[in-house]
Nanobody, 117 residues
């Protein structure tokens, strides 16, 4: 089992910045990818950014150039730095991890990000 605990959401004005954190614990050895998804009201959950253990990071077109995903392996933590935030970035952001052995998807509890003046 893997536990994912997110932090860092909140209310921010347009063009502001936030940094989300996701700490992983438990059976993390087989995690092959960690990333962030988001879900806005009335919309499907969508990939924001992914950081595979091997390979390149991936970003949604809508956030490319504004968001940066990074990883601290010593802390088993993945971050999402969000700059130049827009009202359309408002959503619940979920941390996600994939177990490469079982292909099981793990999810965090979600953290609300609201971009509004």
């Amino acid at each position: 089992q893997v536990q994912l605990v997110e932090s860092g959401g909140g209310l921010v004005q347009p063009r502001g910045s936030l940094r989300l954190s996701c700490a992983a614990s438990g059976s993390i050895f087989d995690i092959v990818c960690m990333g962030w998804y988001r879900q806005a009201p009335g919309k499907q959950r969508e990939l924001v950014a992914a950081f595979p253990r091997e390979g390149n990071t991936t970003y949604a077109v809508s956030v490319k150039g504004r968001f940066t995903i990074s990883r601290d392996n010593a802390k088993n933590t993945v971050y999402l730095q969000m700059n130049s935030l827009k009202p359309e970035d408002t959503a619940v952001y979920y941390c996600h991890a994939v177990d490469g052995w079982s292909s099981y998807d793990y999810w965090g509890q979600g953290t609300q990000v609201t971009v509004s003046s």
